[in-house]
Structure formats: C-alpha cells, structure tokens
C-alpha cells in the first residue's frame, strides 16, 4: 500500500546531453532566423512609429476634420458628465426639502448605452444623410 | 461475530468508493503546490487572478477519482473535459490576448520608438532556451514550446505548447505562470549584477503627447507588419491589435470594455482552473516537468540579462542613453516586470519615475513572443 | 371553377406549411403549462430568473415543426441542440455553481457548526425517494435521478440526470425547479404538523463575528473533505467552492463579480431556456413524467420533514436548543427554504429572525446535496 | 562566394516564411476593403459596433499562410474555426437576436397597430430579389439567401445563409453590413423620389400610453402568432420575444441586462471578426460575390420603395392619413432606417418628430423579415 | 510571379439570364406564398395589437391586482432612489464638514442585486406563505 | 385528425411496485451508504467549523501580519469612498455655480479596476522586490 502511495514519485532521471541537435535545421539556423525575424518585426514597427509624426501631418492636410472628430468634448467614462452634475444638484435640493421632482436620468456610462440608446444619441451628431 | 464481519466488509467496500485508495503521495505533493500557489496570490499578491484559479485547479485536479467515472480533464465525456477544450485546442489565449489589446495602452510606446528593440532582445531569452532543450533530448517541438516560457506570456506559452507539444502543455504552463508571478523575486538580482548604479540613475525624457488618430492607425499597421513578416503569429497578433483597435477607435467603446471586463474574466476563470485541473499527478511529476521548471528559470533570467545588455548596446550608438534597467521590462510579464524596473528605479532614486517608459519594452515584449511563437510554430508544425 | 381547385389546394399546401397540422393536444397542453410557469413567476415572484426562461423554453419546445427542419433540442444540427449540449452533457450546473459560489456567503454557517447537520438530515427526502423510485419500477440508474429532486437544487439534478438518466431530463428539471418554486406552498404545513409552539419560538444567539481568514480557509478544507469522502461530486462541489474561493480571497474580486453577475447570468438564460425547449410533449407527456412528479412532491416533503424532525432528535442531547424550524431550511432551494423558516418564525414572534440562522442550514443543504449526488452517480455509473 | 551564395540560399528561405510569397492582389483588395470598413465606421459613424470587427476580420483573413498550418476559418483545428463555428452553424446570430429582444421597446409599435403593416411591405424586397437570383442563375436555396439580403438585418442572413447557402455566407454577410452601413445614403433619393412635399408633411398623432401588462403579453402572443404560422422562423423569432419578455416581465431585470450588454456584445466581437475573417480572397472575390453585391442594392431600393408606396396605397382608406416616410423605416436596419426617415422628416418641417414612430415599422420589420427567412427556410430546406 | 500575384482577379463574369426558373414551384409560387405567409402573420399581430386595449379591460376586472404589482413605485433603473438621494446628502453633510459616517449603503441596480441580495428583498415584499 | 390531434394523451399508466429492487446492492444497502457519507462529510465539517478559532489562534501566532493584509481599510465595494465623496462635493460646488472644473474622476469599483489599474494600484501596497 505504501509502495503505492509512493508510485509516482520514482522518477528516474537520466540527463542525456548532446549537442548534436543544434547543427539540425531545427537547431541553431532556426533560433537565428527567429531572432532575426523577431528584431526585423519590431525594428519596423519602431521605424514606423519614428515616422508617425509625419505620417500625420499628411493625413492632417487631406482629413483635417478628422481628428476633431475622433476627439470630441463630450465627457469620457469616468468623468462626469454636466448630465449627472445636474441630476447631482436636484437630488440635493431634494434632500434639502425643495418639492422638485427628477422625472427621469440615466448614467451615460458605455455598459448602458444599449444600441438604441446609441442611435438616439447619434441622431443628433450624425451625418445628413444625402439627397 | 458475522454481523462485524459483514459490517467491516461493507466498511472496506465504503473505503473504495471514496478518493483514499487512490491517492498517491504525488497527489498529496501536487495539492501541497496548489494551496501554495493560493497562498502566494492572498499573502504576496503574485499574480492573484492567475494564480487563484490555476492553484484551487491543482487541488481539484489531484483528487484521485473512482475508476470508470469521467472526471478529470483527461475523461472523454466529462465537463472538465469540455472546458478544457478551450486550452487544448488554443481556443482561449487569443481571447485574452483580444482582452489585453482592448485594456493596453500602446501610447507610451508611440512615443519611445527606440524601447521597441528591448522588447526583441529579451527574445533571446526564448531561443536559447529552445538550443538548450534540444541539447537536452527534447524534440524540436517540445523544445519550441518550452523555450517560450522566457517569452514571459502565460497565454503565448499556452498557445504554442497547445499547438507543438500538448502533453507538456500543463508543465509549461505552471512554469511560465510562476515565473511570471515570481518575477519581483527573479528580475532584480539580475538587474544588479549587470547595471552599474550610474546607469540605474538615468532619467528618461518626458514622453511626447500621442494623438488620436496615431493610436488608431498604429494597432493596424502594427498588425500588417507583424503577421506578414510572421503569419504563424496570426490569430494572436490578430486578437491583440483587434482588442486595441476596439479601444482606441472611440466608436466600439461598448465592445472593448466588454473584451476587457467580464469577456476576458470568463476566460481567465475557465483558462486558470482548467491548466491546474490538468495537473494531475500522474500526468504532471515526470521528470520532464522538472526539466521544464529548470530551463524556464533559465529562460527569464537570459531573457532579462537580454534585455538590459542590449540596452547598453544601444546607448553606445545613441546620443539621449536609455536607462538599461528598462531592458528587463522587455520580458513581458505585464505589467509586473514593469513594476520592478520602476520600483528599482526609485530605490537609487526616489525621483525616477521609469513605469510610464517601462510599459514600453513590456508591451513590445508581448508583440515580440507572439512573433518568436509564430516564427517557432510555422517552422516546427508537422 | 378550376381556378377555385387551384386556390384550395394552394390553400391546403401552404397550410402543411403552417405549425398545426403538427400540433397535438400535448403540445397544447405544454404550451398552457409554460404559460403557467411564466404567469407564476411574474404574478408570484416563484423563482423568476429560472421560471420565465423555463416557461418560455416550454412554449418554443412545444411549436410543432415541419418535418425534415432541423429546429429542436433533439434534431441534429439545430441552433438549440448546440445551446442543449451543455445541459446534455452537464456543462452548465458546474458553471451555475460557480456563480452561486461567488454569491454565497458561509460565514452563518460558519459561526453555527450544529446547524451544518441539518443539511445532512434533509438529504434523507432524496434516499427515500430512490428507494420509492425503485419500488416503482424506475432502474437504478434512472431512481438516483429522481430521487436527487428532494435535494432541492436544480443544477445538481440536471447534473446527475444527464449522467445517469438522460431521457428523464426533461421531467426532472422541471419537477425540481417546480417544487423549489414552490417551496413557499409545501413547506408551511409540513413545518406547523412536525412543531409545537413552543418550538417555533424557540430564539437562536446571535452568530459570532468569522474573520476574513476563516471565510478563506473554509471552502478549500471543506471542499478536501467532500471530495475525499465523495470523489463523484469533484465538478459540482469543486465549482461551488472554487467560486467561494474567488469570493472571500480578496484579490480575485473582478473575477468573482463577473461568475456571480454576467457569467451566471448568461448560463441561466440558456440553461433555462433550453431546458424548457426540450419538453416537447412528445418527449414529456410519459407515464413517467406523472411518476416524477408524484416522486418529487413527496420526496421534497420528506426532505423537510427530515430536517425537522432531525432537529428536535438533536435538541436531546443540546444544552442550547435549535429552533427546529431551522430543519426545513436543510432543503437546500436558496434562499427561499430560509425565507419561508423566516417568515414562520416571525408569525409566532415579531422578534424572532431566523434569517441569518437558516441560511446555515440551507447552504449546508446544497453541499449535502451534491455529495448525495457524487454518491449515487459514482455507484450506479455504468 | 559560398558564404554568399548560402546567406542569399538562407533569404530565399526566409521569404519563404513570411506571407509575401501568398500574397495575390486579391487579398491586397481584400485589405484596402477590410480598411475602408475601418474607415467608415470611424470617420463616418456607420454602423461601427458592426464594420470594425468586419473590417479588422476582413485585413486578418486575408493574410496568406504558410501552406499546412491550420490558422484560417476553413481549416480544421483552428482556433478560428472554432470561433466561426457559431456563424457556420447559425447559432451567433439567435444569441444576438436575443439581446436585440432585450433592448427592443415594443411600445410604440403596440400604439400603432397600422404601421405594422409597413413592416410586412418592405419584405416585398426579398422576395422580389429572390426571383431575380433565381433569374440569374442562382439556385432556388442561394437564391433564397440573396434574397432576404433585402430584409436588411444582418443576424437573419447570415442565420438563413448558414442554413440554405454556407458556400455564399461571407458575401451575403458583408452585402448585408454594407448596405445597412449605407442606409442613410441608400434610402433618402428613394424617398424623395416616392413622395411629394405634402405627404412628408403629414403629422402623426402622438402614441397612446400602453400599460406594462401589455408589453408582457405582447411578446408571447407575438411570439405564438408568427410561429404557428412560419414554425421555420421559431430559432429567431423564438429568441427575439424571449429576450423582449425578459426585458419586459420586470422580474427578470438582471437576466435581460446581461442579455442586451455583454452577452450581446460578445457574441457581435465573435461573430463579426469571423464573418470578416471568412472573406479571404479566393473564396469571396468570384463572379457570384459582384452579382450578390449588385442584387442586394436593388433588394434595399426595393424593400424601401414597397414600404412606401404601401404606406400610400393604405392612405387610399385612412380617415387619419399614415406619413408615407414611415413605410422607408419598414426595412429593419434598426435603428438607422428610422433615423433615417426623422431626418427627412426634420428636414421638411422642424417641428415634425418622426424618430418614435418610424420605430414601429421599423421593429416590424425584423419580425418580419425573420418570417421571411422562416417560410423560405422552411420551403428550401433539403 | 505576378501571374500568380494577379491570380484571383481573373474573374470571368457569364451572365445566364433565364425567366424559366419563375415558373417552378420555388419561383413565383414561394415568393407570392412568402408574402402571403408574412402579410398573413403581421395582420395578425396587427389584429391583436387593436384588440389588446379590449383583452386588457376584461383582464382588469378579472385580475385586478396584477397591474398594480407589475409596476410597483420603486424607482426604475436609471433614476435616482430615495436611497441614492439620501447618501447623496449624507455625502454632501460630510463634505460640508460634519463628522456624520455613513455606515453601508448600496446602489440598487439590478447588476448588483446578485440572488441572495434579490432574497432578502423578496421577503419583506413576497406572499405570506399558506398554512 | 382529431385522433392524431389527441394521440399523445393516451396515457396507459400501469404502476409495477415491488419491493424486490430494495434488497439488491443498489437498493437499500446504496441508500444507506449515500446518508452515512453524506452525514460523515457533513459531520466532518461541522467539526472542522467548530475547530476552526482554534486553528485560527494557532496561525495568528505563526502568521500574525495576513489577517491585517486581508482587511485593508479601503471602502468595501457598496459604500461610498472618500474619493467620491470629494466627487460629489466637488460636482456640488458647480451646481452652485463655483467655476471649477472636474478634471478626472474615476468609479473605484472592481468591475472598473481593469489589470493594468490593478497593477497601477499595487505598485503603491505591493512586497519590495528582493535584492
Ligand atoms: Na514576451
Ligand atoms: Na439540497
Ligand atoms: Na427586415
């Protein structure tokens, strides 16, 4: 029972060491060629990145409205929105007596902006459609 | 007296049905490991929402079960079984890495184009491994799966070993997630020994202001120049810059933090506990394992020296030098190692704030193991 | 007047395309079952998140379709049969139990060690209930399924059902979660028949305060001893504690919300809905089915009757009595067996608030329940 | 010179690994379409929760592989074949039905019982493409799939493509996203064209109030309605009401917020970055993609124009005349076609706010054109 | 090699217009029954829906209660709870400076309400269970 | 076709009982092991439980400082955090009409705290990495 209880921990351990391997295709050129490739990957992404900067500033003539648009005041998640800053104040009148009641207000988080709700919202910012 | 008999046979028969017969003392030894893991995520906080589930999934999957019922992992027909699908076929490390594109913030690296390099030198660390695990009488597969534990990337590891060599896949798997968590232990003897304290004291520069639109166009060129050059990266770099993508483009807020929440929590819950349900000791205490344990050490450390060697490479062709601790958040490791360069940072001195600069070798890190993955896949794939 | 023929036997035709020439007085009675459910868990509040996709599954599953369309549950290749593989395979009960897990909080049980039996006592409505099922001609096999309904936990009889009896799914679940629906219904007189007055007033100590630590050790020594003595329940008791696990470490807090909001969520929707769908009246309205129900009735009042009763035979021997009330809670059907000893008690005394008391017994009666499920499963599997 | 000629050898190899040896300017067409989606959605808010996972799908299908690894959605093992599993076999777009029920309010359209029938007018256009398909040579099932392109909701083609079409899936999936991303340039020159200064002038008059019981009833009536009629719509039509109930029933709120948040969201990343990824060039740019593209504008011009003369024709009987802009929301392509007729409406009287009635026909027809795919389903099935 | 790159462009485009397939039965016959089946469904619900005001009145006399319970007057997700107002106020009094603690309050979203937490609702506001 | 309509209701209930199935091995026997297990794992935690201050006095002895690290006294999720108090106050004040803007806020509830944020947050708590 005890021999058992003790089967799987007699684990031999036989170490062969070779360096036959490495001179493979499998060995050594591949390690390299990965490596190779590896720096090649990311020396072009760096130079990409060094060049973005100009890249831009072309994109910035022909779309100018464009990064306008990609950054818009509206309050982003987290902060808070002068929706809930208005609500804020009314729940505060209300809890200092004033007889004044919200009907209706929603926490424009992201997780609540059901489609819908995303399509009123862009309704109203949203291109004309054309004629 | 017949009665104690048929009372201590039906008491032998009892005993059968429960897990004590079949436990082994390899059981005992795995679930000892298990509690550990859970112990260094509450006590240390190492890694917690890995090792959590990988650590209770050690214990669950060291409980010896009755014969014949279909259990574990390894049952054909069992639940576990079918949530492992997901780790066996590589189905669930592109869906966290599509959760860690849509939660990643690419930015500091825009603006560091030179920090990009570390991240590839800390590479080495991958295929050394790989010459060392072929010397050692892995084939050249199991030998491309256990080199990519230096690529420091609990999901890549996953991926790749899933693809080359899946009965090594839950020793790989351990070894990459503990060394991940123990990277504050690792990382900074390393960082010592090959940094003077003159070169630890480097201060970067304020990283430039990145806009929108740069942010944007940078996860799908990225994608474009990573997986043309290594299409074996594909679904991985795919999800990754898919994930960012979704974050940055302002449009698909909705899905991008769905992706980082509760898609990527999912994942990781099943993920976790199905690698330590494949623990099972029969299965994991070979020796290979301990080999596996061995040669990723190994891994990290040339991984870390790596990087910090080829940053005091570079500042000898470079004008503004870089901080060479920042080498060592070329291992990804995300964002742990990271930490440590900026905890070690502010040890020398307390107002060398290096975290924002680190971010940036350790996201390129993560590019650069998925790419050393697909390079090892597509060359090593039968 | 050939065009007259024309349009009748066009009218004919496109009527073979329609739902009715399929539809039997079965499906209609079906239909009006599922209405019923629906009508109960909106106008009653009887376990709505379970009754409304239950009651609604019941109607789709009982449309009758065009032959050679692959629709159903049971078709091959149909949208359902992929969304029923979970329930077919036992996929979704763990994952449910995950959820309840990470929703669970022991530490009433943990300050009230004495009111764990109960919970142990209460499972005698499930052996009784095998025993009956046997007598009646049920295999043994198809007898443990049924007999698990006095367990009062709907994800561990669709477990142990789709393993043992799988044509019986069907009946099972629905009898299960009918009977925990209305649990508020049959649990009342059976608790005024077994106690005096007396009894009902009977005020239990306030619980002492359980330190984090405690609340972090118990699930993983609790899970040990389940599954040492009960290898069978390894996935349901495994999943329940690893959830609790991810709840009371304090680090995995992101990944327990997510199991006990959005994932338990997602697995209740199609567990439901699926499992309404597959009783289709063909497949339910059996002889059998009668049997079930009659079985699980029963089965669920000796259950409560079990736990009553085991709690006057324990305040024999107490010197602090347990209000036996707190018996009925045994049955696990969280938290509305807690809520009816709650309600009772306070119609005796407005003071006496059983709530937090019965919730011991009441989590003790789901960990009762799934090791009676693990037994039965691991001696009658085949 | 050896060296030379080995290290020029050794990049000749290395090309070989990259993806430019693949690359045919077919998938390079493929890219600069997948970028233009990417585009559109960013630049110009089209649809983007749809075309980013779209477009971003379409730049990673069509990167070519290295021969004999299993990476793309048609080959077998891959991780994304696993994940276009839910596309192929149609179960994405029920799921995504679902929590289209779960954000659905049905209100307005049960104060309008007329418009509904607006919604039955538009899927003039799937029928009339149908006819054209087969015209041109399609089969009566591709034809079919063609067809319901004009029902202008992309979850019931791609559901009916899986089922009657697989090899057409990506074409028709992309037509569809497409033309719904360009409604508000498709529709506007139509409605102009169909409708005079004065009909677009008409005023509705405001929608009476509809009591919660009501909208509880509604979709299980609705539900029982149109699948007693078409039991082929019963996946989707079933999953659309079963979502909208537990949005309504008020007792299921947690359930239906899953359902219309993550659920939903996770099921579109899936299934829109599959159904991209499934465009790669060879099996999308054929003859038959250019002809799907050309029939599925006719399709929407046709479904438009239908619901608008049909919203004339029925002002033939009205005492209170129906704005004939309404008819144009029959097309689905919730909510851009009812935006869509807002804005016109707008455009010609500032004070005449169309946007809640527009939802009515617009709701319609997703119920109808799910009808649609059930009778053609159910008609074409083999 | 640019044969081979132009590969997938050379698409010949045949057009084969034919009337024929009109005339079978999964021609016009399917599309006239599609629109009759689609038409007949919607008139349906169309139906219905004008009847739905007349079901509801003979629903109220027979289940009057119902409605009453259907829309209970606790605040609908997205509006402000009394709850919220008054931890809003709490907030704002300890802001102000006075030393008051709010001791626990919870945002009663429905997201939150995990079952327990539903549990102990349910029993202040459920049905008296039968003797 | 009323038969057909009918057919499935034509239930022919035939109760077989016998007490024979009680005396194999699955029967009563199965039974009885099924309540000791139940009973013997239940009791063994109840014991356990009943145990457990005692481990507890043993560990704190051993491992005085985890239990102070598991009860950090940051706010639990539910109650309201120093921070958005300041929040409130601050949103407040510009109700009032104070000029003073907002900048960024952030919800500090576990849905929100994504990994990188975690990891921003435990640079500040975590273990000192050793030399
Ligand atoms: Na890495
Ligand atoms: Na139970
Ligand atoms: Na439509």
């Not at chain 1, 058992?4 to 360096?19: A, D, K, M, Q, Y």
């Not at chain 1, 002068?82 to 988080?109: C, M, N, Q």
């Not at chain 2, 429960?18 to 298990?34: E, K, Q």
């Not at chain 2, 990277?183 to 990283?207: A, D, G, N």
Request: glycine residues 8%.
């Amino acid at each position: 029972m005890i021999s058992s209880f003790l089967h799987p921990l007699t684990l031999g351990i036989s170490l062969n060491f070779s360096l036959e391997p490495l001179w493979h295709d499998t060995g050594i050129p591949l390690a390299l060629m990965g490596m190779f490739i590896v720096f090649f990957a990311l020396i072009f992404i760096s130079m990409f990145i060094s060049r973005l900067p100009h890249i831009m500033a072309v994109l910035d003539k022909y779309l100018p409205q464009a990064e306008q648009l990609l950054n818009p005041p509206k309050p982003r998640e987290g902060e808070i929105s002068d929706e809930v800053i208005a609500v804020i104040a009314a729940a505060v009148s209300e809890a200092l007596g004033k007889p004044h009641r919200i009907i209706h207000t929603r926490e424009l988080t992201s997780r609540d902006m059901a489609w819908p709700q995303q399509g009123r919202w862009q309704i109203q910012t949203s291109h004309i459609p054309q004629k | 007296m017949e009665f104690v008999e048929y009372l201590s046979s039906k008491a032998a028969q009892l005993y059968q049905t429960t897990a004590f017969p079949g436990m082994h003392v390899g059981n005992v030894a795995m679930i000892v490991i298990g509690l550990l893991f859970v112990y260094l995520a509450i006590a240390k906080h190492y890694e917690p929402l890995l090792l959590i589930p990988i650590g209770f999934g050690i214990v669950v999957g060291n409980i010896p079960v009755v014969e014949g019922m279909s259990l574990g992992v390894y049952d054909e027909g069992s639940v576990l079984r079918y949530l492992y699908f997901g780790v066996e076929k590589g189905v669930y490390p592109p869906l966290i890495f599509l959760g860690i594109g849509a939660m990643t913030d690419f930015s500091t690296m825009l603006s560091n184009p030179k920090l990009v390099l570390l991240g590839a030198a800390a590479q080495v660390g991958v295929f050394l491994t790989f010459l060392g695990a072929l010397c050692l009488g892995f084939t050249p597969q199991e030998a491309g799966a256990v080199g990519i534990i230096g690529g420091a990337d609990g999901p890549t590891a996953i991926f790749l070993s899933s693809k080359l060599a899946p009965s090594l896949l839950g020793a790989i798997a351990i070894a990459a997630y503990s060394y991940m968590a123990l990277v504050p232990v690792i990382q900074p003897p390393i960082m010592y020994l090959l940094t003077s304290r003159e070169e630890r004291l480097i201060k970067m520069k304020r990283p430039r202001h990145v806009s929108r639109r740069e942010r944007i166009i940078f996860p799908i060129a990225a994608f474009l120049i990573c997986t043309l050059l290594a299409p074996g990266a594909l679904v991985l770099i795919g999800m990754l810059f898919f994930g960012n993508l979704l974050k940055e483009c302002t449009v698909t807020e909705r899905l991008a933090n769905t992706a980082r929440t509760v898609f990527i929590d999912i994942v990781t819950i099943l993920l976790g506990f199905c690698v330590g349900c494949s623990t099972s000791a029969d299965h994991f205490l070979q020796p290979t394992s301990i080999l596996i344990f061995v040669l990723g050490a190994v891994s990290f450390a040339v991984a870390t020296g790596g990087g910090i060697l080829f940053a005091k490479f570079m500042n000898l062709f470079l004008h503004e030098p870089i901080n060479p601790l920042l080498g060592a958040a070329g291992v990804s490791a995300v964002p742990d190692s990271a930490r440590v360069v900026h905890v070690i940072g502010l040890n020398e001195d307390p107002q060398n704030h290096l975290l924002m600069h680190a971010m940036a070798p350790n996201v390129a890190g993560v590019i650069g193991s998925a790419i050393a993955a697909g390079v090892l896949w597509s060359q090593l794939a039968m």
